[in-house]
């Protein structure tokens, strides 16, 4: 009466050891292959786990980046769009222009 009960069903994968198995290079194998199955499996799970408590950190994360630049807005500048971009540089040669022409004139009245 050592507390192991004969009739108890064994869960899958056990086997009853009371005899000594015999060699069995197949067996040995397999043994081999699955040993080596499960610690992929439960390297697998292992990440996948972290990954899941990692992905609140995230979120955190995210929100506590949202309300950083709600607070620093100010120091953001705002979007220039395309057209804006057009109009600078159309303004800029308009004056470039007009320059040239204030130097022709003034060079025209000094000939004169």
Not at 3 to 30: D, H, Q, T
Not at 90 to 108: A, F, G, M, P
């Amino acid at each position: 009466s050592s507390g192991i009960n004969a009739e108890w069903p064994l869960r899958p994968g056990e086997k009853k050891r009371s005899v000594p198995v015999k060699y069995n290079r197949e067996l040995w194998k397999n043994t081999i292959h699955a040993m080596k199955r499960i610690q992929e499996i439960r390297a697998k799970r292992q990440n996948q786990f972290i990954k899941q408590r990692l992905k609140a950190g995230k979120k955190l994360e995210l929100k506590d980046d949202e309300k950083e630049v709600e607070h620093h807005i100010h120091l953001i500048e705002p979007k220039v769009t395309v057209e804006e971009l057009y109009n600078a540089a159309l303004n800029k040669t308009k004056q470039k222009l007009q320059e040239k022409k204030k130097l022709l004139e003034v060079e025209s009245m000094d000939m004169d």
